[in-house]
């Protein structure tokens, strides 16, 4: 983080006073011309000198901001989530009176649009080494609230079936599971699973009431999306002929049928 947390993240129920809005002027400069850097060669190659030159000052003025690169790198993942989470939670608000369905499909669309636009920003996302220095959910509110816009859509998708709504399950399904049976082992998974879940959901600020199965199929949204935008971005489907936007909609399209079969 920025050295001095006092002077870079004031609190909001007091006036800044110049040299604190200057400061955070210089801080919010430095995280922009990074992640300009970051754009045009990734966040491996990212330095201390590299974004100082980049800014016209020297590197040890730059110290008085941040305390190292990686502090700096911990700021240009916040921003990072930041920027995406907003552009998600911006078409899960402009969706808002839609379908539901159409609402999950916006929200995994612009989460494609975003990474698609900045690939080597993504990439710091998910596979930087200061991601794990970083919980978008505890420090980035767009993240979150484009989460619960997710979870609250599916859950209105399988709000339909009672038995997955309350947990009660169908005729013949293991009690709490939702709809799959199974034995003893993959019933007791699937219950510690659903706690897990369950402690997601509250983190997100989503009801006590939310399905299980609203829960689960928000988790898989977000991994079925990460995953088939990773392979886009590398090129995985460029000798396949495919189309990454096509497959996304196909995709989605199927996580709807299995919400509401």
Known sequence: MPVDDVDTR?????????RERLR???VDEIVERALELVDSGGAHGLSIASV????GMTPPALYHYFA????????LVLAGYTDLGSAVEGAARAASDRPAAERVAAIAHAWRRWALDHPRRYA????????????PLEHVGPITQS????VTALQ???RDDAGVADGRGRAGDEPGTGRETGTGRESGTRQGLDAELSRWGRSLGAPPETAPGALRLALSTLYRVHGLVSLELV???DTMGLDGGTLLTAEIEGLVREATR
């Open 156 to 158: 209105e998708l399988v």
């Open 68 to 75: 190292s690169r990686d502090a700096l790198l911990d700021a």
């Open 235 to 237: 090129g995985g489907f």
């Open 147 to 150: 989460m619960l816009a997710l």
């Open 52 to 55: 100082s030159k980049a800014m």
């Open 124 to 135: 710091m996302l998910f596979t930087g080494s200061r991601r794990e220095a970083v919980d």
């Open 24 to 26: 955070r002027q210089t």
């Open 10 to 18: 004031p609190a909001p129920t007091r006036t800044l006073t110049r």
